[in-house]
Every structure is written in C-alpha cells, then in structure tokens.
C-alpha cells in the first residue's frame, strides 16, 4: 500500500492550478503518504535533486528519465488587441522578427529557440528569439502581454481565459509549439506510492 514519503515538483502555474488539487485529494486517499510538492520555474533535475516524480512541459531533455503523457497542450502566440492596432498582425512567422516579443525562460535547452510547426503542413520553423522582455515567469510574462507590451509564446491552458474574453487574441493560429504534459520519474520500479499518484493525476486529466 502507499507509504512512505512522495517528493513531487512542478512549474509554478501549473502545479498551482492543477497539480496542488490533484495532492489534495491523493492526502486525503492515502494518509499514510507524506507529500512534498515543490512549485519552481527554474529548470531541475529529479534525479540529483531527489524527487521522486516531476511534471514537466514536453518531453524532458534527460535520457535517464521515463515518462508518462498526461495531458495535450501546446504554446501558442498571443497578443493585445492594443499592441496588434498599434504593430500591425505577424501574417508569417518570419514577420515575428519585426515585433517585441516576450520571452519565458523556463528551460535552458529552449532560450532564445522557439520551434513553430504548422497545425495542417507539419512544416517546422525554428526561429532565433530576440525578446525586449524575459522572466522565467509565465505569469509576468503573460501579464506583460496582457498590458501591450509584445507577443508571447505560451501554453494554452494559460492563456484561455484572456482569449476568451477578448482581452488577448491568438497570432499566427496555424501555427504553434507541441508541449504536452508528462510526469517523469527516474524509478525504473515505482513505488506504491508514486505508481498511486501516476493513477491519481491520469485519472484528473482523463476525466
């Protein structure tokens, strides 16, 4: 049975909006489990760091680690009705060249490189990011966007609610950038615990 301790981190806004609930309800089915969840948007490594589960935004860059997919999602460009009036729309990703964009340097693999592929085509296009703004904050950076500032890359589960009510609006739609949601974990034997809260978070994104 779950026992023992769960060491778990994730990335700031995720982890708060979707993970924190996901432990809540896995304390209250396993008592005998003590959770530690760490929220950071820095880049770890599980492994040297000593958690036993982390969730992560794409496939993550270590080879040691395995992964289970979780979620779909991908990062999409977004902008101000405000800062498209007074900048004009990108018709081509080349056209971002021309603009302010913001960065969020989450993962030091992706500084600087944002890789755009084409919903209908597949085509890919890497592009060589010159931000006016960066933060390894994906809430700064979305509400730097928010305030007309530049073009954003970010995930779309962020940036729904914005482009619901039209405070955003989504660039270049046939375009975007693949970054599904895994748990990776280094136990190539996971423990009860970790094998339950692998069940308990499937069960979240499933339903």
């Given at each position: ?26 304390a209250r ?141 989504e660039v ?36």
């Amino acid at each position: 049975r779950p026992l023992g301790r769960l060491r778990i981190c994730a990335s700031f806004g995720f982890g708060r909006t979707h993970i924190a609930p996901v432990v809540a309800d896995f304390a209250r089915a396993n008592p005998d489990v003590r959770v530690d969840l760490t929220l950071t948007d820095r880049p770890v490594s599980i492994i040297e760091e000593g958690f036993d589960v982390g969730i992560h935004l794409g496939v993550p860059h270590d080879s040691r680690l395995r992964a289970r997919k979780l979620l779909e999602n991908d990062r999409i460009l977004c902008a101000s009705p405000d800062y498209l009036e007074t900048h004009g729309r990108p018709l081509l990703p080349s056209d971002l060249a021309r603009h302010r964009l913001i960065e969020i340097a989450e993962d030091e693999n992706t500084v600087g490189r944002w890789t755009l592929t084409h919903r209908k085509t597949k085509k890919v296009v890497n592009l060589a990011a010159v931000p006016v703004l960066r933060s390894n904050s994906g809430s700064a950076a979305l509400d730097w966007c928010l305030a007309g500032l530049g073009i954003v890359l970010r995930s779309r589960w962020h940036a729904a609610a914005p482009l619901a009510d039209g405070r955003l609006e989504e660039v270049l739609p046939d375009w975007h950038m693949p970054a599904d949601v895994y748990a990776y974990f280094a136990a190539k034997k996971p423990s009860a615990q970790l094998r339950a809260f692998l069940d308990a978070m499937a069960l979240r994104f499933e339903a």
